[in-house]
């Protein structure tokens, strides 16, 4: 069994019984996609929620809008089929206080609409979504089990 760290603005997949892991989500979102029957995961680690105002968009796995598709794209490459595909996700906190409610600022808020827009598109079913507060999340996710870890400092850990 291998663990494979998914960093900022990265994406992996990994088949039963590796484990996908992925530190310091603040405003970044975890997103993880799971096929139960052949037990293939995938881990997104996205920065930003839209390619579409980028001037660079070569690194798919940076915005939800593209880091999604590209994921299923991998995962099916080695056995996952998209119609089983379920998926959870972590992240997406409102880290600093901010003095004007600017909706340009709330990066998190925005992962995490953005997250949810389009794996409602893809029509891939959302299990479970930890996302918002102020406060930032590490997580393990376990493809024997599609089990998702979700450790903070000062809140606790849980498993969904």
């Excluded at 993880?32 to 052949?38: F, G, S, Y």
């Excluded at 004007?100 to 891939?124: D, F, H, P, V």
Aim: proline letters at 2%.
């Amino acid at each position: 069994m291998a663990v494979l760290q998914v960093g900022m603005a990265d994406l992996k997949v990994a088949k039963v019984p590796d484990i996908l892991s992925s530190a310091g989500l603040g405003s970044c979102i975890g997103i993880c996609l799971w096929d139960p029957i052949t037990r293939i995961g995938g881990l997104a680690h996205i920065m930003l929620p839209s390619s579409a105002l980028a001037r660079n968009t070569d690194n798919k796995a940076k915005f939800a809008d593209t880091a999604i598709p590209a994921l299923v794209q991998e995962m099916e490459r080695i056995g996952a089929m998209k119609s089983r595909l379920v998926a959870k996700i972590a992240g997406g906190a409102q880290m600093f206080a901010l003095t004007e409610a600017s909706s340009i600022m709330k990066i998190g808020e925005r992962n995490a609409e953005s997250s949810l827009e389009t794996l409602r598109k893809m029509g891939i079913k959302l299990l479970h979504a930890e996302t918002g507060a102020n406060y930032g999340r590490s997580i393990t996710f376990k493809t024997e089990t599609g089990q998702l870890h979700i450790r903070t400092i000062e809140y606790g850990e849980r498993i969904v």
